[in-house]
């Protein structure tokens, strides 16, 4: 019986086997994720990109942002190509290894084809014999002692027969299992060494390295932000539920990130103690007296200095104040996130009553607002059309004539090329092309909303307390389809537009009003002298007098007679078309002479109302059942597809935005929430749309009110990157009353007969299922 033998590498063959499987493992998917690939570059993007001189400085800041971006990708291939050129090597010197009885072939060794006799077999061995024995100057050990086995297993039985069955002349051997480390290592004269290795390798520097990255991710939110910071945000943003836009910015500058203490790439120079007052003299409204921490530290001030600047487009030492003003609006967008998120979760919390306090809706949307205005470098006051490349303060008015009023960049994209040209006529054709490529890249967003009460038979019908969801799909396109097409109305919003837009609407509202007033003054003047209302008169003031000249008594019983006459009239026309209406109907109707006039009227509308509300059911229920399946498929499909698409991961590539005083190429998002106007509040949390390439489906779900009544909510699409390209949707929701929860059924109730005839076993309060007891029961004899 052969046995099995464990025994360290001293040859090195097991451990060169190691060693190449190892490298292989490595460098197989190492050289797919890490080998630097070159990006298919456009041919004619050089033509389509703007020339204008912020973006020439942004595209030269963006290549010396990666000074070491050819060296690093030179240094990833040369380790890459000699991590293969070493598993070449290991390849072939593992094929270069020559196992003992890999294949013992005794015919081959001994040089004689199979089925030779045995003289011929004797004769082969004395001749290589002669040549291979040690004794030789040609002789060789390890072939000698292959040859004489050879001649064994080819003369004696039981050698034949060992190597018939096992492939050996010797029998069966120990099976041997090899351990891919050299011998040295478990040498007594080197086991302090080995032993001081491991205790280096995992005792101090694998716990120094997780102890490292462990400290600084717990400082840090799933967004990259300090916990710290976030800390900061909810103190401030519940301590002023209604924060306007300056304050936002000063909450702002105070992130910790801007502080030397907790982010060490913050640069701290000697000459900042006289640039930085020199540029908060430039600035108006920077509120630096402030007295609140950590609004009033030097750092904080610093930073609300540099985001001024930024937003007034001021001038900064590119050696100075310039880098330290990338550096921060670099950031921003990240932390107004994390702001943004700070003040979803106290509305959150206050609905569930855990703050006493519910921030308005102002504040969330000055956090949003602030957004755009640090990536297009503008105030909000300013004019949309200053995003646009060679447009300045004195270009704008051109854009504003007695003929024209263009105040957002779609209205001029919806222009006549002409009338474009003539606008821009100061600019050169280079610089008109320019505005023309960028407008032509610009989101034009259809915005689609739809609300249902999904899991419901009626999903149309909105009952108070119910979960509502508001359905909202996003179509993007560029701007450039709008070139000369005035067709299409204005979809975004701009304040101004809003504010005529409501003067509008009001003017409207008091359109109807007057004429129901007029409307009301008219039957008044129709009715008789006694059904007349008399104006009360306040205590203690004068009468009024009327303008027109008051009838005189003697007119008076004329006029009442001429109204009587009217009366008696108009009610022997409706007892004409009552006889009528009777004539058409073929059903008997019940008279009664004692029923009034309204009476009749009144139950004529009622059984007309009866006899829609029949027909509207009689459609319904004539609608095929194939297409309520097809529907409710579709459904099911698209539910599956969104799970899929959560599944998949938020893709964070959408479109490049325009915005040269931005450091850094800045990719389109956009937020979608539900707010209710009227009270102010904020009512889902804004979903962050990442990935809007073409066509996006967001899904917002809220409570409907407790009271019943007819709502109005307004759904908002708000951008993170362009101003003026907001958007507003209203939904109007005809909350019903709640159908009271059911207490009887009439298959819950049960007659006596069947109460009688139930056996006493099938009680209501034992269990179908088998207990501990009952099987104790069973198993008693």
Not at 294 to 314: G, Q
Not at 325 to 345: D, T
Not at 355 to 380: D, F, G, S, Y
Request: hydrophobic share 30%; aromatic share 10%; charged share 30%.
């Amino acid at each position: 019986m052969g046995g099995q033998k464990f025994q360290y590498d001293e040859s090195g063959g097991t451990f060169f086997y190691f060693l190449l499987s190892f490298l292989a493992l490595l460098l197989i998917p190492g050289t797919y994720y890490w080998w630097p690939r070159k990006q298919k570059e456009d041919p004619d993007k050089l033509v389509k990109e703007c020339h204008c001189e912020h973006c020439k400085k942004k595209r030269i800041i963006l290549q010396t942002n990666e000074p070491w971006k050819g060296t690093r990708q030179f240094l990833t291939k040369s380790v890459i190509i000699g991590g293969w050129l070493i598993l070449a090597l290991l390849a072939y010197k593992v094929s270069q290894f020559d196992y003992e009885y890999a294949n013992f072939d005794p015919y081959d060794i001994l040089g004689v084809p199979p089925g030779t006799s045995e003289a011929n077999i004797k004769k082969a061995y004395r001749r290589l014999s002669l040549i291979l024995h040690p004794d030789k100057e040609s002789g060789d050990e390890k072939s000698f002692m292959k040859l004489t086995k050879a001649y064994q297993a080819l003369t004696d039985e039981e050698s034949r027969r060992n190597w018939e069955k096992y492939g050996n002349p010797d029998g069966p051997g120990a099976m041997s299992f090899g351990i891919a480390l050299p011998s040295w290592i478990v040498e007594k004269e080197n086991s302090v060494w080995v032993l001081g290795l491991y205790a280096l390798v995992f005792m101090v520097a694998l716990p120094t390295v997780v102890g490292m990255w462990w400290y600084r991710s717990i400082r840090y939110s799933g967004d990259q932000v300090l916990l710290d910071t976030t800390q900061i945000y909810f103190y401030f943003l519940h301590k002023t539920p209604s924060m306007p836009l300056k304050r936002v910015i000063m909450v702002l500058a105070a992130s910790l990130e801007f502080e030397k203490k907790y982010n060490s790439e913050i640069v701290e120079r000697p000459t900042d103690n006289e640039e930085v007052p020199h540029l908060i003299k430039q600035l108006y409204n920077l509120n630096e007296k402030n007295r609140e921490r950590p609004l009033c530290y030097m750092y904080s001030i610093k930073a609300r200095a540099l985001i001024h600047a930024h937003l007034s487009r001021i001038a900064l030492n590119p050696n100075t104040l310039d880098k330290d003003r990338m550096y921060i609006v670099k950031k921003c967008p990240y932390l107004i996130q994390e702001m943004v998120n700070c003040v979803s979760q106290l509305v959150m919390l206050a609905y569930a009553r855990r703050v006493p306090r519910l921030l308005n809706i102002e504040t969330i949307e000055n956090c949003m607002k602030l957004c755009p205005m640090i990536v297009q470098a503008l105030w909000e006051f300013k004019s949309p059309l200053l995003q646009l490349p060679h447009i300045t303060e004195d270009n704008l008015k051109y854009f504003l004539s007695k003929k024209r009023q263009i105040r957002s960049i779609q209205q001029f994209a919806q222009m006549k090329a002409e009338d474009r040209r003539n606008v821009l006529r100061n600019l050169s054709n280079e610089q008109y092309s320019d505005v023309m490529k960028v407008i032509s890249k610009m989101p034009l967003i259809d915005f689609q909303v739809r609300s249902e009460v999904i899991d419901d038979e009626a999903s149309t019908v909105y009952t108070a307390g119910a979960i509502v969801t508001v359905t909202v799909t996003l179509y993007r396109q560029n701007m450039g389809v709008l070139f000369g097409d005035d067709t299409v109305k204005e979809k975004h919003c701009v304040e101004e537009l809003k504010e005529k837009q409501a003067d509008d609407n009001e003017q409207e509202d008091q359109e109807p009003k007057e004429q129901e007033q007029k409307e009301k003054e008219k039957e008044q003047t129709k009715k008789p002298v006694w059904q007349k209302t008399q104006r009360k008169t306040k205590k203690g003031g004068k009468k009024q007098t009327n303008k027109k000249p008051q009838q005189s008594q003697k007119e008076a019983p004329k006029a009442a007679a001429n109204a009587s006459k009217k009366t008696d009239e108009k009610e022997k026309e409706k007892d004409k078309e009552k006889e009528k209406e009777k004539e058409k109907v073929p059903e008997p109707v019940s008279k009664s002479s004692d029923v009034s006039a309204s009476e009749s009227e009144g139950d004529s509308s009622d059984e007309e109302a009866e006899r829609s509300d029949e027909e509207d059911s009689q459609r319904d229920s004539k609608k095929p059942s194939s297409l309520e399946d097809d529907d409710e498929w579709d459904k099911f499909q698209s539910g599956i597809g969104k799970r899929d698409r959560v599944l998949e991961g938020r893709s964070k590539m959408s479109h490049s935005v325009h915005c040269p005083h931005f450091p850094e190429d800045k990719q389109e998002y956009w937020w979608v929430y539900v707010s209710d106007r009227k009270s102010r509040t904020l009512l889902t949390s804004p979903y962050y749309v990442t990935a809007l390439v073409e066509h996006e489906e967001v899904q917002l779900k809220f409570t409907a009110p407790r009271w019943p009544g007819v709502y109005t909510f307004t759904v908002c699409l708000r951008s993170d990157s362009y101003l003026g390209f907001d958007q507003t949707h209203d939904i109007k929701l005809d909350v019903e009353k709640a159908p009271e929860v059911p207490t009887e059924h009439p298959q819950w109730d049960m007659s006596e007969e069947e109460e009688e005839g139930r056996p006493e076993a099938d009680e209501s309060d034992i269990s179908e299922f088998t207990t501990d007891e009952d099987v104790e029961d069973y198993n008693r004899p």
